[in-house]
């Protein structure tokens, strides 16, 4: 037990140190998990931990990652880059084998060598490449899309990789390895395929892949409004969990790759309303997997081994980072990708990936590598991705400026049609997200009922079942990019405590908020907002002016006097709100109560000294000179 | 320096193309203040102090505004109605826009023989504007030939938006040969009367 705990004690403090630092310094949070594992390489070894099983355990982070990313991609969308997941993907992985292998057939390996290495080689990093785009917002560029379809295709490849590898298999090393048998898989596994032959295997396959297409589309809805009648927030990370761990288990089950199973899954659930809620409860243990899956990438390099062979080592991770590059850049320029985006593809995308340790295992297990070759590509690897942020940055400091004026452009255009995110669609929320979508904004509409879910989707509204006052939900739901926040909830507290939080948070978005109270108004313009709508003040104003009008005063002298009223209501409403204190009750704020006190005693003297408090004010335009005002003039000209 | 109001109205800003090309040039103007009246009132609830206040911050008024039946667009009239009240701009003790500027920028649909006695508008544009002028001259301001643009939904707006931002550049910096500029009957974007430049 302390075992454990001492583990995850020395990883959580290297990475709550390293990464803040990293970011600080613009390196990224990838290359400070890198970092925190270097720096703890000689901890975990003192200590005897086996950093390759809890990189296999870490892994799992890919795995979700993936579901994220279906969950954002919407199968239409899919379908649309079909071209460049087949063409782009296709290709990059072909060509950058083939160029690989040459590279090593010229270094003197022998053909079936060199194509392993090219294979192992030619995958790129999903976990660094997405990780790295998502954070500096380069996920919806032209080069982050590319990127991310060629990352898409590799995982695919890597079915067909695996398939092809044994074939490979060299006599000489076969013979000596006979021991290691077959089960070279670390821990028990369970497999649906073993011992049926090939049509049986592909039966199954379709079935599994079927069962999580119907599941996703049919599955989730029940079981979510089940969940949700417990009220309980833990219940739903469960849930989803144990979807996305069960899918994965499934996968490997028939021998397909997790990742892409859960990522199919994402793509299936992309519609449904629990999307965000499915986001934000995986989101954190994507995070923390990726981390440390990334801190067992630092801490598993063997650096007896790289300081032995320092000059051949980064002599070979130049260059297939080169070889990849130009491979990846011809491609950019043959899909007609714009100059920023074709740096940032190409730069991006050129280092080995976490397949490749994998693969590597894979291949050893398989006698298609010596160990020794094995070893040295593991540091390859490892070194390749370390040195990805890198180039990052380089992208990021040289080539984004020059192509400055495009990004301006682009961003220019996502504010013309930014979004509204309503939280609360009830009796408030609803008449504005109707008014909203009739004059033909988008909106994206957060609650926390699961029978409103269902009216709103089959009128087409794009409504997100939960609590919007979840920070992590209101950021999947996109309020990094909304333009305009309606907080339309009824809980007073929570629309406060969420009106400051979106306002510390994302000062760029603006917030309406439905106030309960006058007292309420106080409370929200304490939190920072500064556009509070009474939810029955303009009814209950209207209904005044009806019986005005019903006890015989002039419709127009009636209109007047509402104004006249309403005016004076939001100044005195404008005049108390800065002293109001949240943390003081206002009987008990001094400032507060005497000021509100000295305008009431105000207006309650203008009503005893003319029967009407606010005629005067209103008489005053339109009224025409007075006698006396009339004689001046005659008497002046 | 002269201390310019800009005002400007028109209620279909999204289909109006002159003068929105006129505010598109006046907004590169600096130094002046700019207000959008249909912006600012659109419940046409003017608050007659703080357009008090303004215009006795200012020396220069400038309305523009598309002509509505011979006139301009309600909210103008509204403004007027609320803001330039008695005992402030005129009648008893009411001298606090004595001395200031007030000139009109309009645009009109009918092309310019139209106004005249023989076109078919029957009478000059000046005969038109004349609520206006005498508008100001209760008020004790002096009453600025307008700048004008006929036949404005078929011109193109470049020339008088361009002239339009010289012209509050020519206000602003006391450019303008004020003698000519009230005595003109119109002035046009070839026609400003700036002071010849030495």
């Not at chain 1, 380069?138 to 990789?161: E, H, N, R, T, Y």
């Not at chain 2, 200031?100 to 038109?128: E, N, S, V």
Request: glycine share 8%; charged share 20%.
């Amino acid at each position: 037990m302390t075992g454990f705990l001492m583990l995850a004690f020395l990883f959580l403090v290297a990475g709550v140190v390293a990464v803040p630092i990293a970011t600080r310094l613009g390196l990224g949070s990838v290359l400070g998990y890198l970092i925190a594992g270097i720096v703890i390489s000689p901890l975990l070894s003192g200590l005897g931990v086996d950093v390759i099983s809890i990189q296999h355990f870490a892994e799992f982070g890919v795995v979700m990652m993936l579901f994220l990313v279906g969950l954002e991609l919407e199968p239409k969308l899919l379908w649309a880059m079909r071209a460049k997941l087949l063409g782009l993907g296709g290709l990059q992985v072909l060509l950058t084998t083939l160029a690989v292998m040459g590279a090593a057939m010229a270094l003197g390996q022998s053909w079936t060598i060199a194509l392993a290495i090219g294979l192992v080689l030619a995958l790129s990093s999903t976990a660094i490449v997405l990780q790295t785009l998502n954070e500096k917002g380069l996920m919806k560029s032209d080069g982050g899309q590319s990127s991310f379809a060629v990352l898409l295709f590799q995982d695919i490849a890597v079915i067909p990789i695996l398939a092809l590898i044994p074939l490979l298999a060299l006599p000489d090393l076969t013979s000596t390895a006979a021991e290691h048998a077959a089960g070279s898989d670390h821990g028990t596994s369970f497999s649906l395929v073993d011992g049926l032959n090939g049509w049986q295997t592909a039966l199954v396959t379709i079935a599994a892949i079927a069962a999580v297409g119907l599941g996703g589309a049919y599955l989730t809805r029940p079981v979510f409004r089940f969940i949700a009648t417990a009220r309980l927030r833990e219940l739903f990370t469960a849930t989803a969990l144990m979807f996305v761990v069960g899918i994965a288990l499934l996968m490997s089950m028939v021998g397909l790759s997790p990742a892409l199973g859960t990522f199919l899954a994402g793509v299936v659930l992309a519609n449904s309303e629990y999307r965000h809620e499915l986001e934000s409860d995986i989101d954190p243990f994507r995070g923390l997997l990726l981390g440390l899956f990334f801190m067992t990438v630092g801490a598993s390099i063997n650096f007896a081994l790289l300081f032995e062979n320092f000059g051949t080592i980064l002599g070979l991770t130049v260059g297939l980072i080169a070889i990849k590059a130009a491979v990846l850049l011809i491609l950019a320029r043959v899909f007609k990708l714009a100059d920023g985006d074709r740096w940032l593809f190409g730069l991006g995308m050129a280092q080995a990936g976490e397949f490749g340790f994998v693969l590597l295992s894979f291949v050893v297990a398989n006698h298609v590598l010596p160990t020794a070759i094995a070893d040295r590509l593991l540091l390859v690897v490892a070194l390749s991705m370390m040195l990805t942020p890198a180039l990052f940055i380089f992208y990021e400091r040289v080539i984004l400026p020059r192509y400055d004026r495009e990004q301006e452009q682009e961003a220019g255009e996502i504010e013309a049609n930014g979004q509204v995110i309503i939280a609360g669609h009830g009796r408030f929320g609803g008449i504005i997200n109707r008014m909203l979508l009739s004059a033909g904004y988008q909106t994206t509409v957060l609650d926390f009922s699961a029978a409103q879910m269902d009216m709103l989707r089959s009128y087409g509204v794009r409504a997100f079942f939960g609590d919007a006052t979840r920070p992590d939900l209101l950021h999947a739901a996109g309020i990094a990019e909304a333009k305009v926040l309606v907080i339309a909830i009824d809980d007073k507290d929570q629309a406060t405590a969420l009106a400051r939080y979106v306002r510390d948070t994302y000062p760029h978005v603006h917030t309406v908020a439905r106030a309960h109270d006058r007292i309420h108004v106080y409370a929200l313009y304490a939190a920072g907002c500064r556009d509070i709508i009474r939810e029955t003040f303009d009814s209950s104003v209207r209904a005044g002016r009806s019986v005005y009008e019903a006890m015989g005063m002039h419709p127009f002298e009636a209109e007047q006097l509402v104004r006249a009223f309403t005016d004076d209501d939001r100044a005195t409403l404008v005049e108390l709100a800065p002293l109001f204190d949240p943390d003081i009750p206002h009987h008990e704020n001094a400032p507060f109560r005497e000021r509100s006190k000295a305008l009431m005693a105000e207006r309650q003297a203008q009503l005893v000294a003319r029967g009407e408090a606010f005629r005067i004010r209103t008489n005053r335009d339109w009224s025409p000179p007075t006698a006396k005002d009339v004689a001046a003039e005659e008497k002046s000209s | 320096m002269a201390r310019v109001i800009h005002y400007h109205a028109h209620p279909g800003q999204k289909f109006s193309n002159t003068n929105r090309a006129m505010m598109r040039a006046a907004s590169q103007v600096e130094g002046i203040t700019r207000v959008d009246l249909y912006a600012e009132y659109p419940r046409y609830n003017v608050n007659t102090d703080r357009e008090q206040a303004r215009l006795l911050d200012h020396d220069v008024i400038v309305f523009q505004f598309p002509l509505y039946w011979y006139s301009s667009p309600s909210l103008v009239k509204e403004w007027i109605d609320l803001v330039l009240e008695h005992g402030f701009a005129y009648g008893a003790g009411g001298n606090k826009l004595a001395g200031k500027t007030l000139m009109l920028a309009i645009t009109t649909a009918g092309p310019q023989d139209a106004y005249a006695p023989q076109g078919y508008q029957r009478h000059t544009l000046r005969t038109f504007l004349t609520p206006f002028e005498q508008t100001a001259r209760l008020c004790k301001m002096q009453f600025a030939a307008p700048y004008v643009q006929y036949s404005a939904l078929k011109t193109d707006a470049a020339d008088h938006a361009a002239g339009f931002a010289r012209l509050l550049q020519g206000l602003r910096d006391d450019r303008l040969d004020m003698r000519r500029a009230l005595t003109a009957e119109v002035i046009t974007h070839d026609t400003l009367p700036f002071v010849d430049e030495v």
